[in-house]
């Protein structure tokens, strides 16, 4: 997992355990720097179309008359849409994400990946994940409770989604427009416990650096996979 960031604040994290944590409805702000402001960060829209469905025919269409209660067309109880027919509908979610924090990193090691971010102009290696990311979410919970929901990886996609008959899909806060695949993007996502705004913070603890060391990026190296 690599860092990318404007020098003096990766030699803060080195040298002090000093860094910024954002927060997934901050990140949709415009006067972000390029390759970290997406205005639709958090949010998708998931839909199901149905050609021709009629509530008798639910055991032939398991998926349409599933889709009635997911999308709450009707309450819980199946058997009311019996005598329902649909035409040519089209049915939408819209969701968006509650507010969490974000940490991002990347899992590529290039100097053509830092230049997706503005200003970026230095790269850290984490090569402790588990150290750094307990102490993090300790500095984290000192400050407000938090439930740490662990690393994964983002998804780089539309975000209007089919559904697909199950759930509802890639989780809003680790999608992506395909612009900012070039990015590989890994976030750590913690959950405020309590229902409350959140902000950015800076955070210290000292034991941060000690889980990373720098990385030197050649001019000439460039991702070509």
């Not at 089919?162 to 612009?179: F, T, V």
């Not at 060391?213 to 996979?225: D, I, P």
Request: glycine letters at 8%; aromatic letters at 10%; charged letters at 25%.
């Amino acid at each position: 997992m690599y860092r990318y960031s404007a020098k003096p604040y990766n030699d803060s994290l080195l040298k002090m355990g000093v860094l910024r944590i954002g927060t997934l409805h901050d990140f949709r702000r415009s006067e972000h720097k390029k390759g970290i402001a997406d205005p639709q960060e958090g949010k998708k829209t998931v839909s199901h179309h149905m050609e021709e469905f009629r509530g008798s025919d639910g055991a032939e269409q398991p998926a349409d008359l599933k889709s009635l209660t997911e999308f709450n067309i009707i309450g819980g109880d199946v058997k009311g849409a019996e005598n329902a027919v649909f035409k040519n509908v089209l049915l939408r979610k819209k969701i968006d994400h509650p507010d969490c924090f974000i940490f991002c990193t990347s899992a590529f090691c290039f100097r053509s990946t830092m230049l997706q971010f503005e200003n970026a102009d230095s790269c850290v290696l984490i090569k402790n994940q588990i150290g750094f990311f307990n102490s993090l979410s300790y500095a984290l919970n000192s400050i407000t409770p938090v439930i740490f929901r662990g690393v994964h990886n983002v998804s780089y996609q539309e975000r209007d989604e089919s559904w697909n008959g199950r759930d509802w899909g890639h989780h809003p806060a680790l999608i992506k427009s395909p612009e900012f695949k070039e990015q590989g993007e890994i976030r750590a996502i913690w959950q405020p416990k309590f229902n409350q705004p959140i902000t950015p913070l800076i955070l210290s603890h000292g034991n941060l650096g000690r889980f990373c060391e720098n990385v030197y990026l050649s001019k000439k190296q460039r991702r070509t996979a």
